[in-house]
């Protein structure tokens, strides 16, 4: 099945960085969306995007829907330990009765105190 | 309370076995999903069912089955496991809309 390119592949960076994340598509979405998975549990939401060029915060976070809607990417601003996760993007449509929800192979976040 | 669980968290099984996991959900939600989890190659889905008379086939649903048996039940089966059906499955729920979903901790499935 179609798989999102998500890089970079894993980061090892120093608390207090910014991170910086992208993920790109051969084809359309209507929504990308960004999810973070900690050890153990299922992925949680961080934030959705509708519209193309759209940019939208959350805290710390920060994501932009590309104007071609095939690539988004996710800023993280002065990372903290608790950072540390895996980073999924996902690109969402529905469009003639095909639902597509297809996730990034993800990013591995390790934060050094 | 959690509001997607899943049974088992862990099974161990053999190949050629039958095996169920469970989805249960109290959010309300219409919408279910199964996806698998693999190193390095993210999630895929399964299966998505919009509601209970209501289940299609997913990216990777050869060698699985599904079964909706309430709004707040969904369950995957695996007829006859294989090893390289060993992975990590999820299960999600979404409102009408869709995008957004709400995913449960997990089953970590190993078939020897």
């Known amino acids: 099945g179609q798989q999102l390119n998500q890089s970079p592949q894993s980061m090892f960076i120093q608390e207090g960085e910014d991170v910086s994340m992208n993920c790109t598509s051969s084809s359309i979405f209507n929504t990308w969306l960004w999810y973070k998975q900690d050890p153990g549990e299922g992925p949680v939401l961080l934030i959705a995007l509708y519209k193309a060029g759209e940019l939208t915060s959350n805290g710390r976070l920060t994501a932009q829907f590309g104007i071609t809607r095939k690539d988004s990417f996710l800023n993280i601003s002065a990372s903290i330990p608790s950072d540390v996760g895996i980073y999924f993007c996902?690109?969402?449509?529905?469009?003639?009765?095909?639902?597509?929800?297809?996730f990034g192979t993800g990013t591995r976040l390790k934060v050094l105190a | 309370d959690a509001d997607v669980t899943q049974t088992p968290r862990n099974r161990i099984t053999k190949t050629g076995k039958r095996i169920m996991l469970e989805c249960s959900q109290t959010k309300g939600h219409d919408r279910m999903y199964w996806y698998r989890q693999d190193p390095g190659l993210g999630l895929r889905l399964i299966y998505y069912s919009f509601d209970v008379k209501d289940i299609n086939k997913g990216e990777i649903s050869d060698g699985y089955s599904v079964s909706r048996q309430a709004q707040a039940k969904f369950s995957l089966s695996l007829e006859s496991a294989i090893p390289n059906q060993t992975a990590l499955y999820f299960c999600?729920?979404?409102?009408?809309?869709?995008?957004?979903?709400?995913f449960g901790p997990g089953t970590r499935l190993t078939v020897l």
């Open positions: 999600a729920t979404s409102v009408l809309r869709g995008d957004t979903q709400y």
């Open positions: 996902a690109g969402h449509r529905f469009t003639s009765g095909t639902y597509k929800y297809i």
